[in-house]
């Protein structure tokens, strides 16, 4: 499990040193490779081989004609790019990732839990101020969830209510996971009395 928070820098060509501890979790669990792609919240996340490969399999079970599902997919491949380690433990980053990412020279990465989160510096430190605006809902969900628990869809969870008594541990138990509401037509709002019963399960979790 990565774990941890990492300044570092990214040189002239775009390289950028992996820290040593997710660097030996990669030499000891995995293969000393990354896939790396955009993220909806600006930053890049990197995955190990192994770890992609289960999103692969999740996501060839998502229905590919739906308009959502298309865009996501778009999204998500489009931008990745396998980095393998060289002798210093670098990989190099792509002009068009770091554009997106808006990386300059100082970047922070973060351990997340099966894959490491990469951000511009400036940009983290913005978004690190933001977060005491969120603790009280944080602190809310750990009490009443988002979350309800429906057995006649396989299971599958939609935005309702559920008692989560450790957050730490739920999201741990679905990580991996994202599961989005999907509207039967374009512009259809929620049934009646609560949530639509067609949900997307997408192979990934935004943190």
């Known amino acids: 499990m990565f774990l941890g928070r990492f300044l570092h820098t990214v040189d002239s060509k775009g390289r950028v040193s992996i820290p040593m501890k997710f660097r ?22 990197a995955y190990p081989i192994e770890e992609w490969r289960l999103i692969e399999e999740k996501a060839k079970s998502l229905p590919a004609m739906r308009k959502e599902v298309k865009e996501w997919l778009r999204f998500f491949y489009s931008g990745a790019v396998e980095c393998g380690l060289d002798r210093q433990g670098r990989i190099l980053l792509s002009p068009a990732l770091r554009e997106y990412a808006r990386l300059t020279k100082e970047v922070v990465m973060l351990g997340m839990f099966n894959k490491i989160e990469i ?9 690190e101020a933001q977060m005491p605006k969120n603790f009280e809902k944080i602190g809310e969900a750990k009490r009443v969830a988002l979350l309800d628990v429906l057995p006649a869809h396989g299971g599958l969870l939609t935005r309702e209510r559920i008692l989560v008594q450790d957050l730490a541990a739920f999201i741990q138990q679905r990580q991996g996971d994202l599961v989005r509401p999907a509207r039967r037509h374009a512009g259809d709002g ?18």
Request: hydrophobic share 35%; glycine share 6%; proline share 8%.
């Open 190 to 207: 929620p049934p009646a009395g609560g949530a639509d019963p067609e949900l997307i399960r997408f192979p990934f979790t935004t943190g």
């Open 24 to 45: 030996e979790i990669l030499a000891d669990r995995y293969e000393e490779k990354l896939i790396v792609t955009t993220d909806f919240d600006q930053c890049l996340v």
């Open 119 to 127: 951000w511009d510096a400036k940009r983290w430190k913005e978004k």
